[in-house]
């Protein structure tokens, strides 16, 4: 079997971390709608940790650098600075927002839902014998997955 390539949108979470450095006062509906863990760019959930209400590129760096562990993944404090600036500088406009953290997060359910459906084709090979428990393992997953869509439709519209 050919191995799939990693679902990603690498420029969507460049670009909507971009608009809230931009405009900051997208931070907290983009806080709301995304987790660090929705980005697979570990630089980019690094920023994504750092994005939360007041924030601007000052702001956010010396959350990061204040931040050892952060400090290092971003290369120390003039890296950050420089990761920083560009991600605002390739925003031609913060309008398209939402639908930059669209992308994101439909990557990451996507992402998700392979993860799942590789544990279900792992188990039913491990067991062959009990699919059902393969199955009622994978629901409450599946569940959550299904919550965390309806609440970023929700909370995207506003």
């Not at 809230?20 to 709301?32: F, T």
């Not at 994005?51 to 601007?56: E, G, K, M, Q, Y």
Request: overall charge neutral; charged content about 25%; hydrophobic content about 40%.
């Amino acid at each position: 079997m050919k191995k799939a390539e990693i679902i990603h949108a690498i420029e969507a979470e460049r670009a909507v971390l971009g608009c809230v450095l931009m405009q900051p006062d997208l931070a907290g509906p983009v806080c709301e709608l995304l987790r660090p863990g929705y980005f697979i760019e570990k630089l980019s959930g690094t920023v994504m940790r750092h994005l939360a209400p007041p924030c601007d590129i000052v702001i956010v760096q010396q959350r990061i650098i204040n931040t050892p562990r952060d400090k290092e993944l971003m290369g120390g404090s003039v890296k950050a600075t420089d990761y920083l600036v560009m991600l605002a500088d390739q925003v031609p406009t913060p309008t398209h927002w939402r639908e930059y953290a669209r992308l994101v997060f439909t990557a990451c359910v996507s992402r998700r839902l392979i993860q799942y459906g590789n544990e279900l084709v792992s188990d039913c090979t491990a067991s062959p014998a009990q699919p059902e428990d393969a199955l009622r393992a994978l629901q409450p997953k599946l569940a959550k997955v299904a919550e965390h869509i309806r609440e970023f439709k929700e909370g995207i519209k506003q």
